[in-house]
């Protein structure tokens, strides 16, 4: 068990009232009104439920620390059982979300807002991380050198990810669209076996799968944008931070206590992530200090809708998008619930 300072905060330090106070915290909304069953859990210093359902994943770092520590579960005691279900890939997470499976899950903001935007009820209640996890990738002895020479290529990506927008994002700057490649709709880890087994041109790659085909299977990364990556979103249904904010309250701060001990202990976080993921610790360490900036605020707002707002067109054009541009925009509009990351990090 790490050194780590715990900030343990039960349900009777969250009270409704201060809920009641909360008010313009989500972006074009008010945040969620106190509910009477939190009070009375407030009062009573009960959990407002018995299980909390919660992804983890090795593209979130902070999740696998909030797992490995038991974060979590000292924070809730007994009284609560914390179930933990790994997440492929955002599209598997906003899958657990949407039918209910998960309470909170991790996701690429992208995916979040192509979800909300096709009816998904999720907030963003934290920020995990600001990732360079994706790239265009290809084999070692790929004659494509840029972006314009996947034209008539196919293309591994996992739909309703990161990498595929990044993908979108990569063809629109180079003049050419989806409809130029031949998409082939793979898990990340499939993409990656599709490439070394010569099924596909290229993948569109996310960490620390990439990572690892770069050093085990010589892969080169012929395109690289950082500006086409968006933030590390940690969401949580509209029924959970409806019924349960002293619950969600505990995730989001037991993910602020993740990112102080990871930022502390890099060396740690990357041998964490080594072993979760199976990969070499050096292909670890690059992930880690190279590629994912954990030193970035937890609490969702203008950063992240503006990464968002640039992504909006490429959704909507993509045709992944029920309603269009309306739909994304009532989504961008409505994603951010900045209230428990805001107390977390002493805001409130």
Not at 11 to 21: F, P, Q
Request: charged letters at 25%.
């Amino acid at each position: 068990m790490s050194t780590i300072t715990r900030r343990i905060v039960p349900a009777i330090a969250i009270a409704g009232t201060t809920m009641l106070l909360a008010t313009g915290c989500v972006a074009g909304e008010d945040a969620p009104a106190a509910d009477a069953a939190k009070d009375d859990a407030a009062a009573s210093g009960e959990w407002s439920a018995d299980t909390l359902s919660i992804d983890f994943a090795t593209y979130n770092p902070l999740s696998l620390v909030v797992k490995d520590q038991g974060l979590l579960e000292d924070i809730l005691g007994d009284d609560v059982t914390v179930e933990w279900v790994q997440s492929a890939g955002s599209n598997k997470a906003n899958e657990l979300l949407r039918s209910g499976s998960i309470d909170v899950g991790s996701t690429a903001g992208s995916a979040a807002l192509l979800a909300r935007a096709n009816g998904s009820p999720i907030q963003v209640i934290d920020i995990y991380s600001q990732p360079e996890w994706s790239a265009i990738v290809v084999g070692p002895d790929s004659d494509i050198t840029s972006v314009e020479d996947l034209a008539g290529k196919s293309v591994a990506a996992t739909k309703g990810t990161d990498p595929y927008f990044f993908l979108l994002q990569a063809l629109e700057e180079a003049g050419l669209s989806v409809d130029d490649v031949e998409v082939q709709n793979l898990q990340h880890a499939d993409g990656r076996a599709a490439l070394d087994g010569g099924s596909v041109d290229a993948w569109s790659g996310l960490d620390p799968i990439m990572a690892a085909a770069e050093v085990e299977s010589g892969d080169k990364l012929v395109y690289r944008n950082v500006d086409f990556n968006s933030y590390g979103f940690l969401n949580a249904t509209e029924d959970f931070i409806d019924n349960h904010a002293d619950l969600a309250q505990a995730v989001v701060d037991a993910y602020e206590q993740a990112r102080e001990w990871a930022l502390e202990n890099p060396e740690e976080t990357a041998a964490l992530l080594a072993e979760v993921a199976g990969i070499d610790p050096a292909v670890a360490t690059t992930v880690i200090e190279e590629r994912s900036n954990l030193d970035v605020s937890g609490v969702p707002g203008d950063d992240q809708i503006a990464v968002l707002e640039k992504i909006a067109p490429v959704l909507v054009d993509s045709g992944d998008v029920q309603g269009g541009k309306e739909s994304v925009d009532k989504a961008l509009d409505s994603i951010v619930n900045d209230t428990f990351a805001k107390r977390a990090v002493g805001g409130e």
